[in-house]
């Protein structure tokens, strides 16, 4: 039988990270993925020449140095490069009109004094002076190298002298960032502006989204140079680095390979069981799977330990999903990204009341055939699982109510391209059941709604000897930086601080 140091579930961008950091550590490391591709949610998959993304499409900080993105960092630790390419626009489509709206602080402001006037300006200069020196905070406390759960006090005391003088403001970080917009938002623009942000973010209204996470979104959307990144050939790319790095230093990844159990000898960690019956063995696990999906993976009595029962454990909605391949002839300054809020009144987590769009052929022509667009939309995280599990996906009422729920994606497309009923190459329409088929996700469900409001998140220690967790149940903030930075984390409880930190000195961390 095989023995690995370390065995990760799960080849999400957290599980990929740990792993690809554990590899270059010398560690020799297995990862098995249930899915035939790895990646997780950030997986692509490819259709008549169409490669259409499942995941992640809004992407920054990775390609600079230097750079506070967890996954800008990890990606120089391990000596990958990703090409990227930089934009600024997205386009909003909001019950306050349809605009092109840059990333920066200046396109902002001039949007809000023509959609709100001068005061709405004022109001969100104070806002965004309350923010600045909690960015100033994130940017001089590398995350990668302050693990929260192995932080010692000489290392605290070495980086609050760094921000002195704003160091009445650390307990603020942790807090949820409604808090920060009560006390300076009165513009209902502006406050459902915020709430959005935050919803993309963390799948959670304002005052439940982390102000860390939020800070960090401000330093990289809202400074004077600010613009996002597209990786060429899409989320694909990011995920080939990683996949990459841990192959070269000795990791093996096994697709296909679903696990049944984590194994325990002594209520130690010891190994995995996959579902076609093969053991290997380890002297760590790391679980990047779900909360309900590591619940499962374990023993009762060894869960019950530090997980709630899976009832208990709130979770964020899920996802319906359009994938397009459409006639690209004709169209002409194609906003990579499109967002569509119908109606603020109904709350940011209003189903279908919110659409997100992603066109990457405007950027990356290779993502399409010649002359054609792919697109990829989707409800953020508000589609209730309720409506949806008892059905089957070849039955007439499955298809149906498929049609009937998707169809708000090409109500809100014809805004930006009047006649796209008539381009349409391929359609692909997706629901909760889809999401949860092909990322594994418990209910399709976007992760765990650990509200900023109620303090303390998991982290990547259990009380169970070498059990780890990473990934998006772990850390606030549910997107990619998050994620990565909890497979750093994870990687450092296995391979000892001293032994973390001399890998980041090798990028000056
Ligand atoms: C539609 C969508 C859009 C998003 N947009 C953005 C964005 O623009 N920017 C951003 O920063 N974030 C975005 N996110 C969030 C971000 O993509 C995710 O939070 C992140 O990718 C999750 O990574 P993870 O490490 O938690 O693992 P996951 O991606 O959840 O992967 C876990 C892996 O574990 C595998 N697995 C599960 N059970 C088992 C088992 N029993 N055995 C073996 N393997 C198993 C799964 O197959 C999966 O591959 C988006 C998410 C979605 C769904």
């Known amino acids: 039988m095989n023995k690995y140091d370390v065995i990760i579930v799960g080849s999400g961008i957290g599980g990929l990270c740990c792993g690809s950091i554990l590899s270059l550590a010398g560690k020799k490391v297995l990862i098995c993925e249930s ?68 990333v920066g602080q200046d396109p902002f402001e001039k949007r809000i004094k023509l959609l709100r006037g001068y005061k709405s300006v004022e109001e969100w200069h104070s806002f965004v002076s309350e923010i600045k020196p909690l960015s100033q905070i994130v940017s001089e406390i590398p995350l990668l190298s302050s693990s929260p759960e192995s932080i010692n006090l000489i290392e605290i005391i070495k980086l609050a002298s760094k921000f002195l003088p704003n160091i ?64 060429k050939g899409g989320s694909e790319s990011i995920v080939k680095a990683l996949v990459n790095a841990f192959k070269k230093n000795g ?10 159990a984590v194994n325990f000898s002594n209520n130690i960690a010891s190994g995995i069981t996959l579902e076609n019956k093969s053991k290997f063995i380890s002297d760590f696990v790391v679980m990047n799977t ?55 009144d109904r709350g940011i987590t209003a189903e279908r009341n919110v659409s997100v769009f992603s066109i990457p052929s405007v950027l990356d022509k290779d993502m399409a055939p010649k002359g054609k667009h792919v697109l990829h939309g989707y409800t953020p995280a508000n589609e ?89 149940s772990t850390f606030p903030g549910i997107g990619i930086p998050a994620v990565s930075a909890s497979g750093a984390f994870a990687a450092e409880k296995i391979i000892g601080k001293k032994e973390y930190k001399k890998l980041l000195k090798m990028i000056d961390l």
């Open 251 to 260: 990791g093996e990844l096994i697709l296909s390979s679903k696990v049944k």
């Open 168 to 231: 009445n403001l650390l307990p603020k970080l942790n807090g949820g960032f409604g808090d920060i917009a009560d006390k300076h938002l009165k513009d209902t623009f502006l406050r459902n502006w915020v709430d959005l942000l935050c919803f993309l973010i963390s799948g959670m209204p304002m005052h439940d989204t982390n102000s860390a996470a939020m800070a960090t979104l401000f330093d990289e959307w809202f400074e004077p140079e600010s613009y996002l990144e597209y990786p």
């Open 384 to 472: 209730p699982w309720q409506i949806w599990e008892n059905l089957k996906p070849n039955e007439l009422r499955y298809k149906n109510l498929k049609e009937e729920r998707c169809s708000i994606f090409l109500k809100s497309l014809r805004k930006i391209i009047p006649d796209i009923d008539n381009r349409i190459e391929i359609k692909l329409l997706g629901t909760p059941l889809t999401h949860k088929k092909y990322t594994n996700t418990y209910c399709g469900s976007y992760g765990p709604a650990l509200s900023a409001a109620q303090g303390l998140f998991p982290g990547c220690k259990t009380p169970v000897k070498n059990l780890l967790t990473c990934g998006a």
């Open 35 to 102: 899915h035939s591709q790895p990646g997780g949610v950030a997986h692509s998959f490819k259709t008549k020449g169409y490669k259409f993304e499942s995941g992640p499409s809004l992407w920054s900080g990775i390609g600079k140095w230097p750079t506070t993105n967890p996954l800008g960092q990890i990606l120089k630790l391990l000596d990958e490069k990703v090409e990227l390419i930089k934009y600024k626009g997205w386009h909003v489509s909001v019950p306050e009109g349809e605009f092109n709206l840059e």
């Open 290 to 344: 779900d909360a309900w999906t590591s619940r499962k993976l374990v023993p009762k009595e060894i869960a019950k330990k530090w997980l709630p029962k899976s009832k208990e454990i709130k979770k964020c909605g899920s996802f319906l999903h359009l994938h397009l391949g459409f006639d690209a002839s004709g169209l002409q300054n194609l906003p990579i990204h499109a967002i569509h809020v119908d109606d603020w």
